[in-house]
């Protein structure tokens, strides 16, 4: 009789813990991929974050913004919940703050890393044998 793997399986650690390796690596690096997003943004200021190529084209911080809601999104989808709410509206690309200056750029700093590490979280409280059923949901 075959027995179901969960996180705390032998069989199961290595699994969740190259999803995390993964995940931390495009966040703060060595990455495969070239520059983490936490390098790329190492020594941004604010005036440079604002920059648009074009006024109908998105700004750094609008990234940084988009970044933190979808790590956000998927740490909830992972829990399974409902409807959540995100820190900051509207929630897929929030507006930018009013003044939009250092103190403001260091809380999306904060808030993107907070939320990096809350699905860090996540993901280590998951277990293998629902991985499968989960992709696409």
Not at 32 to 44: A, D, N
């Amino acid at each position: 009789m075959a027995t179901r793997r969960t996180s705390s399986s032998p069989a199961a650690e290595p699994t969740i813990a190259l999803l995390l390796d993964h995940l931390e690596r495009a966040f703060r690096g060595p990455s495969w991929h070239g520059t983490s997003l936490r390098g790329t943004l190492r020594g941004m200021t604010p005036a440079r974050a604002l920059w648009r190529a074009r006024p109908d084209r998105n700004c750094i911080w609008d990234l940084v913004l988009h970044a933190a809601y979808w790590k956000y999104k998927v740490r909830h989808r992972l829990a399974g919940g409902g409807r959540g709410s995100f820190a900051r509206s509207p929630a897929n690309f929030p507006a930018l703050p009013a003044p939009s200056d250092a103190a403001a750029w260091q809380r999306d700093l904060a808030l993107l890393d907070a939320e990096h590490e809350q699905l860090l979280a996540a993901v280590r409280g998951l277990g293998t044998a629902g991985l499968p059923e989960r992709r696409g949901s």
